[in-house]
């Protein structure tokens, strides 16, 4: 599987950015999807993740209420819709397949990684 994220990209504080992942492959809608994201220096935080369905959604507590997770099986393609963005949002974010869905989600739950989407917030 190959991941594409695309989106990222410079934003003021307060406001909304919509990141994109295509994902290659025939078995997408099999795929529990998720997105991570890093800040350097830092380890991986997990942001939210969605089942192979759509029915099931979670998220971090520090991203709850203001991010939601969807997708469109019919176009290979997971999202992350990011409102009232803080400064501290500010990351690399990575989208990711999960191997199994876990009590707590987890970067040792990811089977595959995409290369990165730079959101950077300004206050």
């Known amino acids: 599987v190959q991941l594409q994220a695309s989106g990222g990209g410079l934003v003021q504080a307060g406001g909304s950015l919509r990141l994109s992942c295509a994902a290659s492959?025939?078995?997408?809608?099999?795929?529990?999807m998720g997105w991570f994201r890093q800040v350097p220096g830092k380890e991986r935080e997990f942001v939210a993740r969605i089942n192979w369905s759509g029915v099931s959604t979670e998220y971090s507590e520090s991203v709850k209420g203001r991010f939601t997770i969807s997708r469109d099986n019919a176009k290979n393609t997971v999202y992350l819709q990011m409102n009232s963005l803080k400064s501290e949002d500010t990351a690399v974010y990575y989208c990711?397949?999960?191997?199994?869905?876990?009590?707590?989600?987890?970067?040792?739950?990811?089977?595959?990684w995409g290369q990165g989407t730079q959101v950077t917030v300004s206050s």
């Open positions: 990711v397949t999960l191997r199994r869905w876990g009590f707590q989600p987890s970067a040792r739950d990811v089977e595959y």
């Open positions: 492959g025939r078995t997408f809608s099999s795929y529990n």
